[in-house]
């Protein structure tokens, strides 16, 4: 079973000295005494839904939705999953959100 926390609402504003070919990188740190979780990353633009860019684990797993493959990345460390958008549009205008799922296992006996 997985349990969404939500870690972080960021807001990006394109600026007029945001020029063409421009990387900005949102901070996102989380802490977790699990042993497996996965790290996500949504945007919300004005008047709409949020809606997933990405998924990554500190283990090797990630998922890049196909509208977000070309601009959008993130890494994982032991403590933060910055997102870093590429050629910054003023499209990209929004509120970020960071996510945290840990897996919990329950036993049997």
Avoid at 2 to 29: D, I
Avoid at 36 to 41: G, H, K, M, P, R
Avoid at 66 to 81: H, L, T
Wanted: net charge positive.
């Amino acid at each position: 079973m997985g349990l969404h926390k939500l870690l972080l609402g960021s807001s990006f504003k394109y600026q007029k000295q945001n020029s063409e070919g421009r990387s900005v990188t949102l901070q996102c740190k989380y802490k977790t005494d699990s042993a497996q979780e996965d790290l996500f990353w949504y945007i919300q633009r004005a008047n709409d839904f949020p809606k997933y860019i990405l998924r990554r684990s500190k283990y090797g797993g990630e998922d890049t939705d196909a509208q977000f493959q070309e601009r959008f990345d993130s890494k994982v460390s032991s403590n933060s999953v910055p997102l870093t958008i590429k050629d910054v549009r003023v499209s990209d205008s929004a509120v970020y959100f960071c996510a945290l799922r840990n897996y919990l296992t329950c036993a049997s006996v």
